[in-house]
Nanobody, 119 residues
């Protein structure tokens, strides 16, 4: 069983920065594609950024140039550096691990961490 534990959320003023961390238990981290998603009140969960096991990254257009995803396989941890935060970035941020086994993909989710950006 894989457990993901997020940390680093909080309240910040617009223009500020936060760094989210997601620590993974289990032995799958190095071969998992990791991602951050977010869900604002009344909205669907949306992709923020992903990073493959090989280090390739992908970002939502709304965060390109402001957010950076990275991973440390030695620490089983994925990070999301968020700069130039905007009020519209306010949401619960969830860590995701996607692991493929043959044709089957298993998704694991963290419990979420709240990010609130005040104007």
């Amino acid at each position: 069983q894989v457990q993901l534990v997020e940390s680093g959320g909080g309240l910040v003023q617009a223009g500020g920065s936060l760094r989210l961390s997601c620590a993974a238990s289990g032995s799958i981290f190095s071969r998992a594609a990791m991602g951050w998603y977010r869900q604002a009140p009344g909205k669907q969960r949306e992709l923020v950024a992903t990073i493959s096991s090989g280090g390739s990254t992908n970002y939502a257009d709304s965060v390109k140039g402001r957010f950076t995803i990275s991973r440390d396989n030695a620490k089983n941890t994925v990070y999301l550096q968020m700069n130039s935060l905007k009020p519209e970035d306010t949401a619960v941020y969830y860590c995701n691990a996607a692991v493929w086994s043959g044709m089957f993909k298993t998704n694991y989710w963290g419990q979420g961490t709240q990010v609130t950006v005040s104007s």
